[in-house]
């Protein structure tokens, strides 16, 4: 009997899946964030629609952007990284399920300052516990740092109360774009 009725769960759980694909559809809202020009309207771009490009304008204020894969939707704000926006990341970061943030991993001279904006975003109470990935993009780059290097440079183990990644990733050649789409589909709910 029991087997029964679990084979007519499974038969009606495969129409539904069949009728409504949204029907088992999970979402994760997330927030890009880190310095200008690091890559975080490329990230969107490429994994919205694989769409990659040399000329991307610099964000201004922020875009927000729904993305589907597979049965998981994201709900992105791509935050802008220029100084003058830097304050208005928290709100930005307030309520997601994740944080991205994203780091130019070839640009060295800069990685004392994402430090800076990194933990200084993080300090805010409001955004205690929220997950948190950071992305050394930029791979493709003869010299850039390896994920050790980023972890060193951003003081990535004194973060406490979150789940913290760290990933080297390239949008120009997709590297790593699989394991970061597969920390995001962890997220969602
Ligand atoms: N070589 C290389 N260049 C990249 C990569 N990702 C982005 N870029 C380039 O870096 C520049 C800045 O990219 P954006 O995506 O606009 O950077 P952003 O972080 O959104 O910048 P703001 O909106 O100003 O905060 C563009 O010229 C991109 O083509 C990458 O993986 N490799
Ligand atoms: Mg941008």
Request: aromatic share 10%; glycine share 6%; net charge positive.
């Amino acid at each position: 009997m029991a087997s029964f009725f679990s084979s007519l769960f499974q038969w009606f759980s495969g129409q539904v899946a069949r009728v409504h694909p949204l029907f088992f559809s999970k979402q994760a809202e997330i927030s890009v964030v880190g310095l200008q020009a690091s890559g975080k309207t490329s990230f969107v771009n490429v994994i919205g629609s694989g769409q990659w490009s040399e000329e991307v304008v610099p964000t201004v204020a922020f875009n927000f952007r729904k993305v589907h894969r597979g049965n998981i939707t994201l709900k992105i704000w791509d935050v802008a990284g220029q100084p003058r926006y830097r304050s208005i990341w928290e709100r930005y970061c307030n309520g997601v399920d994740a944080i991205i943030f994203v780091v130019d991993s070839g640009d060295k001279e800069k990685f004392d300052t994402a430090r800076f904006e990194l933990h200084q975003l993080l300090s805010h109470p409001s955004l205690s516990g929220v997950p948190l990935l950071v992305l050394g993009n930029k791979n493709d780059l003869e010299g850039h740092a390896p994920v050790d290097e980023l972890i060193k440079a951003l003081q990535l183990d004194k973060i406490q109360n979150r789940p913290v990644s760290c990933y080297s990733c390239s949008m120009k050649s997709q590297h790593n774009l699989d394991i970061v789409l597969q920390w995001l589909a962890g997220r969602s709910h």
